[in-house]
Protein backbone atom coordinates (compact mmCIF):
# COMPACT_ATOMS: atom_id res chain seq x y z
CA UNK A 1 0.00 0.00 0.00
CA UNK A 2 0.82 3.76 -0.54
CA UNK A 3 0.13 7.07 0.55
CA UNK A 4 0.12 10.37 -0.86
CA UNK A 5 0.85 11.89 2.59
CA UNK A 6 -0.85 15.00 2.97
CA UNK A 7 -3.66 14.08 0.59
CA UNK A 8 -3.89 10.41 1.73
CA UNK A 9 -3.34 10.70 5.60
CA UNK A 10 -4.91 7.24 6.42
CA UNK A 11 -3.10 4.44 4.53
CA UNK A 12 -4.65 0.52 5.15
CA UNK A 13 -2.63 -2.62 4.52
CA UNK A 14 -2.67 -6.35 4.39
CA UNK A 15 -0.43 -7.86 7.38
CA UNK A 16 3.04 -9.05 5.56
CA UNK A 17 2.59 -6.73 2.51
CA UNK A 18 4.91 -3.43 2.32
CA UNK A 19 4.01 0.02 3.24
CA UNK A 20 4.79 3.17 1.20
CA UNK A 21 4.24 6.55 3.37
CA UNK A 22 4.99 9.83 1.64
CA UNK A 23 6.23 13.05 2.91
CA UNK A 24 6.86 16.28 0.93
CA UNK A 25 8.73 18.67 3.20
CA UNK A 26 8.78 22.60 3.01
CA UNK A 27 12.62 23.46 2.87
CA UNK A 28 14.62 22.98 0.18
CA UNK A 29 17.49 24.17 2.38
CA UNK A 30 16.68 21.34 5.13
CA UNK A 31 19.65 19.37 5.65
CA UNK A 32 18.60 16.35 7.94
CA UNK A 33 15.39 14.09 7.73
CA UNK A 34 13.79 12.00 10.23
CA UNK A 35 10.56 9.72 10.62
CA UNK A 36 8.83 9.11 13.60
CA UNK A 37 6.06 6.71 14.45
CA UNK A 38 3.80 8.04 17.08
CA UNK A 39 0.80 5.16 18.46
CA UNK A 40 -2.04 6.67 20.73
CA UNK A 41 -1.45 8.37 23.77
CA UNK A 42 2.58 8.38 23.46
CA UNK A 43 5.26 10.45 22.44
CA UNK A 44 7.16 9.90 18.89
CA UNK A 45 9.27 7.44 18.68
CA UNK A 46 12.53 7.92 16.27
CA UNK A 47 12.35 5.22 13.26
CA UNK A 48 15.01 6.50 11.16
CA UNK A 49 16.69 9.51 9.96
CA UNK A 50 18.74 10.57 6.42
CA UNK A 51 21.30 13.68 6.10
CA UNK A 52 20.87 15.63 3.03
CA UNK A 53 23.89 14.61 1.14
CA UNK A 54 22.00 10.62 1.05
CA UNK A 55 19.43 9.85 -1.36
CA UNK A 56 19.11 6.47 0.35
CA UNK A 57 19.29 5.03 4.25
CA UNK A 58 18.25 1.01 5.47
CA UNK A 59 17.54 -0.18 8.70
CA UNK A 60 15.56 -3.23 9.89
CA UNK A 61 13.06 -3.36 7.59
CA UNK A 62 12.68 0.25 7.34
CA UNK A 63 13.92 2.31 4.06
CA UNK A 64 13.75 5.91 3.61
CA UNK A 65 14.31 7.15 0.23
CA UNK A 66 15.03 11.21 -0.17
CA UNK A 67 14.52 13.21 -3.53
CA UNK A 68 15.56 16.69 -3.06
CA UNK A 69 14.64 17.42 -6.46
CA UNK A 70 11.23 17.20 -5.56
CA UNK A 71 11.29 18.11 -2.16
CA UNK A 72 10.08 13.99 -1.23
CA UNK A 73 10.59 11.83 1.56
CA UNK A 74 9.25 8.60 2.33
CA UNK A 75 9.37 5.67 4.59
CA UNK A 76 9.05 1.67 3.18
CA UNK A 77 7.50 -0.68 5.86
CA UNK A 78 8.78 -4.05 4.88
CA UNK A 79 6.68 -7.09 5.96
CA UNK A 80 4.44 -4.92 7.48
CA UNK A 81 3.18 -6.11 11.38
CA UNK A 82 0.13 -5.15 13.37
CA UNK A 83 2.60 -3.25 16.05
CA UNK A 84 3.44 -1.07 13.06
CA UNK A 85 0.00 0.30 13.12
CA UNK A 86 0.13 4.15 14.34
CA UNK A 87 1.18 7.51 13.14
CA UNK A 88 4.06 8.37 10.90
CA UNK A 89 5.43 11.78 10.93
CA UNK A 90 8.09 13.29 8.82
CA UNK A 91 10.31 15.47 10.33
CA UNK A 92 12.83 18.07 8.85
CA UNK A 93 16.01 20.37 10.37
CA UNK A 94 17.45 23.36 9.11
CA UNK A 95 20.77 24.08 9.82
CA UNK A 96 19.79 27.66 9.71
CA UNK A 97 17.60 27.94 13.02
CA UNK A 98 18.25 26.50 16.05
CA UNK A 99 18.01 23.02 14.98
CA UNK A 100 14.42 22.53 15.70
CA UNK A 101 12.37 19.91 14.06
CA UNK A 102 9.48 21.01 11.75
CA UNK A 103 6.96 18.35 11.48
CA UNK A 104 4.87 17.26 8.47
CA UNK A 105 1.22 16.36 9.17
CA UNK A 106 1.16 12.76 9.70
CA UNK A 107 -0.03 9.50 8.16
CA UNK A 108 -2.14 7.22 9.81
CA UNK A 109 -1.20 3.68 9.16
CA UNK A 110 -3.83 0.53 9.94
CA UNK A 111 -2.32 -2.94 9.49
CA UNK A 112 -5.11 -5.30 8.55
CA UNK A 113 -4.80 -9.21 9.68
CA UNK B 1 18.91 5.13 32.17
CA UNK B 2 15.36 6.53 32.08
CA UNK B 3 14.08 8.30 29.11
CA UNK B 4 12.14 11.80 29.18
CA UNK B 5 9.64 11.81 32.10
CA UNK B 6 6.62 14.57 31.89
CA UNK B 7 4.25 15.02 34.76
CA UNK B 8 1.79 15.53 34.89
CA UNK B 9 0.69 12.85 31.97
CA UNK B 10 -3.11 14.84 32.24
CA UNK B 11 -3.75 17.74 33.44
CA UNK B 12 -7.46 19.46 33.71
CA UNK B 13 -7.76 23.24 34.48
CA UNK B 14 -10.42 25.97 33.84
CA UNK B 15 -10.56 28.70 31.93
CA UNK B 16 -7.86 31.46 33.66
CA UNK B 17 -6.11 29.24 35.95
CA UNK B 18 -2.60 28.82 35.50
CA UNK B 19 -1.05 25.09 33.86
CA UNK B 20 2.33 24.30 34.77
CA UNK B 21 3.67 21.34 32.54
CA UNK B 22 7.23 19.79 33.63
CA UNK B 23 10.27 17.96 31.81
CA UNK B 24 12.75 15.90 33.27
CA UNK B 25 15.62 15.52 30.67
CA UNK B 26 17.45 12.20 29.98
CA UNK B 27 20.61 11.60 32.15
CA UNK B 28 23.34 13.82 30.58
CA UNK B 29 21.28 15.99 28.30
CA UNK B 30 21.39 19.80 28.51
CA UNK B 31 18.78 20.74 25.69
CA UNK B 32 15.69 20.43 26.01
CA UNK B 33 12.70 21.79 23.03
CA UNK B 34 8.90 22.21 23.78
CA UNK B 35 6.14 21.11 20.94
CA UNK B 36 2.44 21.28 20.91
CA UNK B 37 0.37 18.93 19.20
CA UNK B 38 -3.41 19.38 18.29
CA UNK B 39 -5.49 16.45 17.75
CA UNK B 40 -4.77 14.87 14.58
CA UNK B 41 -1.84 17.24 13.59
CA UNK B 42 1.40 17.25 13.09
CA UNK B 43 3.86 18.96 16.44
CA UNK B 44 4.37 22.14 16.26
CA UNK B 45 8.00 23.78 17.90
CA UNK B 46 7.40 26.09 20.69
CA UNK B 47 10.63 26.82 22.71
CA UNK B 48 14.50 25.32 22.70
CA UNK B 49 16.45 25.68 26.10
CA UNK B 50 19.82 24.99 27.44
CA UNK B 51 20.16 25.26 30.93
CA UNK B 52 19.33 28.58 32.30
CA UNK B 53 19.26 29.71 28.77
CA UNK B 54 16.32 30.52 26.54
CA UNK B 55 18.08 29.45 22.83
CA UNK B 56 14.85 29.89 20.70
CA UNK B 57 11.43 30.77 21.83
CA UNK B 58 10.37 31.71 18.37
CA UNK B 59 7.15 29.60 18.03
CA UNK B 60 5.93 30.58 21.44
CA UNK B 61 2.92 32.74 22.17
CA UNK B 62 4.03 35.79 23.51
CA UNK B 63 1.67 36.51 25.66
CA UNK B 64 0.19 33.96 28.88
CA UNK B 65 3.94 31.17 27.76
CA UNK B 66 6.72 31.25 29.39
CA UNK B 67 9.23 28.74 29.50
CA UNK B 68 12.63 27.82 31.70
CA UNK B 69 14.99 25.56 32.36
CA UNK B 70 16.99 25.75 35.88
CA UNK B 71 20.18 24.52 36.93
CA UNK B 72 18.82 22.50 38.83
CA UNK B 73 15.65 20.26 38.07
CA UNK B 74 12.98 20.25 35.71
CA UNK B 75 12.41 22.38 32.46
CA UNK B 76 8.90 24.21 33.14
CA UNK B 77 6.35 24.96 31.00
CA UNK B 78 3.73 27.65 32.42
CA UNK B 79 1.11 28.97 30.71
CA UNK B 80 -0.86 31.56 32.16
CA UNK B 81 -4.87 32.29 32.62
CA UNK B 82 -5.39 29.47 30.21
CA UNK B 83 -7.75 29.17 27.46
CA UNK B 84 -10.13 26.75 25.84
CA UNK B 85 -7.60 26.97 22.65
CA UNK B 86 -4.81 25.74 24.67
CA UNK B 87 -6.41 22.32 25.09
CA UNK B 88 -3.96 20.13 23.45
CA UNK B 89 -0.78 17.15 23.50
CA UNK B 90 2.39 19.50 25.06
CA UNK B 91 5.58 16.98 24.22
CA UNK B 92 9.13 17.62 25.71
CA UNK B 93 12.08 16.01 23.71
CA UNK B 94 15.83 16.26 24.68
CA UNK B 95 19.07 15.69 23.14
CA UNK B 96 22.63 15.61 24.34
CA UNK B 97 23.74 18.36 22.18
CA UNK B 98 22.21 20.94 20.19
CA UNK B 99 21.27 20.45 16.87
CA UNK B 100 17.83 18.78 17.01
CA UNK B 101 19.54 15.67 16.08
CA UNK B 102 19.56 12.35 18.86
CA UNK B 103 16.23 14.26 19.98
CA UNK B 104 14.52 11.97 22.45
CA UNK B 105 10.35 12.33 23.45
CA UNK B 106 8.53 12.51 26.63
CA UNK B 107 4.93 10.80 26.72
CA UNK B 108 3.57 14.04 26.68
CA UNK B 109 0.92 16.26 29.22
CA UNK B 110 -2.13 16.60 27.61
CA UNK B 111 -3.77 19.51 28.84
CA UNK B 112 -7.70 20.49 28.84
CA UNK B 113 -9.20 23.31 29.35
CA UNK B 114 -12.82 23.40 30.45
Known amino acids: GESVGLHLPTLSVQEGDNSIINCAYS??????FIWYKQESGKGPQFIID?????DKRQGQRVTVLLNKTVKHLSLQIAATQPGDSAVYFC????????????FGSGTQLTVLP | NAGVMQNPRHLVRRRGQEARLRCSPM?????VYWYRQLPEEGLKFMVY????????ESGMPKERFSAEFPKEGPSILRIQQVVRGDSAAYFCASSPRGGGTEAFFGQGTRLTVV
Open chain 1, 50 to 54: IRSNM
Open chain 1, 27 to 32: NSASDY
Open chain 2, 49 to 56: LQKENIID
Open chain 2, 27 to 31: KGHSH
Open chain 1, 91 to 102: AEIFSGSARQLT
